[in-house]
């Protein structure tokens, strides 16, 4: 079965991570964990550090454009996967969240993880199928 990596314009080859920010196979897109980290920046800083509004927005940004370079919308996603460094920042995270997929939400879970970076406070991986 044919798999195609997926990258938004601009976005840099992973250096020294063997991934691709999406994978296509079959019209089902497979988004890797996305951090707030700045892949134009060489050095990956992270975005909004200590603000998980400014750097779920960012992370929500990112899967946009990698669904986006797919050929799809977000309303295509149809599952998330959500990490939090801290449960506290649900209700934060969530509010931003519900700008995006507040209409026809996906199904989704939400857990909290050490995440790695330390000053990231949320990372999301998604599924999206893509009607072509």
């Not at 990956?44 to 200590?50: N, S």
């Not at 931003?96 to 879970?109: D, H, K, L, Q």
């Amino acid at each position: 079965m044919p798999r195609t990596p997926v990258f938004p314009a601009g976005f840099p080859k992973p250096r020294g991570v063997p991934y691709s920010p999406g994978v296509l196979v079959d019209n089902v897109l497979y988004v890797s964990g996305i951090l707030p980290l700045d892949n134009l920046d060489r050095d990956g800083k992270t975005v909004g550090v200590g603000d998980v509004r400014q750097q779920t927005r960012f992370v929500i940004e990112t899967i946009k454009a990698i669904v986006t370079a797919a050929g799809g919308t977000l309303d295509d996603v149809v599952f998330n996967s959500i990490f939090l460094r801290d449960l506290a920042d649900y209700r934060a995270m969530n509010e931003v969240y519900a700008e995006y997929f507040g209409v026809r939400p996906p199904a989704r879970y939400c857990f909290q993880a050490n995440l790695v970076p330390p000053d990231c406070l949320v990372e999301i991986s998604s599924i999206a199928h893509l009607s072509r």
